[in-house]
């Protein structure tokens, strides 16, 4: 029986740190004798307001740090990493049962009552997440980081700019209890959207690092932390002091 539910991440690099370098600005134009024509002052824009700054408690960003800086394998303390989709999409692999079917729902639900600025949704042919309900024999062959002694599992890729692009997730679909198995589907799905640390300090999260026990909801904790990754406040790339300086601490 696996200990904790652990998850690697691949960070991909060549073409993704491409799309982090930016293009070289004009070079200043050279001076010129001429007359220079003034066009008449075009209307002001009014700019867009700041979004809301994101109010947390303090215990809730301790949180945060503990569990969307880094990964549980590679990067330890990172910048953040998320998807910035107005709607990720998962398509369901296997046979899940029906108790299976009405957590996921519920999951997603769950998910998209707390996220402000991107919804999960379940749907027939490809999709950004792949959530496969398989034997625990197949799931090295499903995804080939699979580090074995694991019942659920999930695999994050993200570009050079730190944003999510893919995640494929195993759901170990027999050999457990209906509640463990949907334990596992809130964990790893909830982690494959850039939630990516467990922690050993809260086991009423379902970040909690080890297996039991294993709850099928979001603790307070879990709520303010996935609402603060998925406010219009915080961004890719962001880091601790970033973070810090974009929201009220209560």
């Known amino acids: ?3 904790r539910v652990v998850l690697p991440v691949l960070l991909l690099t060549t073409m993704a740190l491409a799309a982090c370098t930016r293009p070289a600005g004009p070079s200043p134009s050279a001076a010129s004798s001429k007359p220079v024509l003034v066009s008449p002052a ?4 009014t700019p867009s307001p700041a979004p809301p700054r994101p109010v947390i408690s303090k215990a809730g960003l301790g949180y945060f740090f ?4 880094g990964s549980e394998y ?5 910048p953040v990493i998320r998807w910035t989709k107005p709607q990720v999409t998962i398509q369901v692999h296997g046979k899940p049962t029906k ?3 009405t957590c996921l729902a519920k999951v997603v639900a769950d998910f998209n009552a707390l996220s402000r600025s991107t919804d999960l949704k379940i749907k027939n042919g490809p999709a950004d997440i792949d959530l496969h309900f398989a034997p625990l024999a197949t799931f090295k062959s499903l995804e080939p980081d699979y580090v074995t002694g694991n019942d659920g599992f999930v695999h994050v890729e993200w570009n050079g700019a730190r944003v999510i692009t893919s995640a494929n997730v195993l759901i170990r ?7 463990v198995r949907c334990h596992l589907i809130r ?3 909830t982690q494959g959207m850039g939630l990516l640390r467990d922690s050993n300090k809260h086991p009423g999260s379902i970040f909690y690092g080890k297996y039991f026990p294993a709850p099928t909801r979001y603790s307070k904790l879990d709520k303010e932390v996935i609402r603060l990754l998925y406010s219009d406040a915080i961004h890719p790339g962001d ?4 973070v810090t300086r974009a929201v009220t601490v209560r």
Do not use: F, Q, R
């Open 99 to 101: 108790s299976a079917k």
């Open 239 to 242: 880091t601790k002091s970033v």
């Open 1 to 3: 029986m696996t200990l």
């Open 66 to 69: 503990d569990i969307a800086l």
């Open 42 to 45: 075009s209307p002001s824009v």
């Open 173 to 179: 679909s027999s050999g457990l209890g209906s509640a």
């Open 74 to 78: 590679g990067e330890k303390s990172a």
């Open 187 to 189: 964990e790893e799905l």
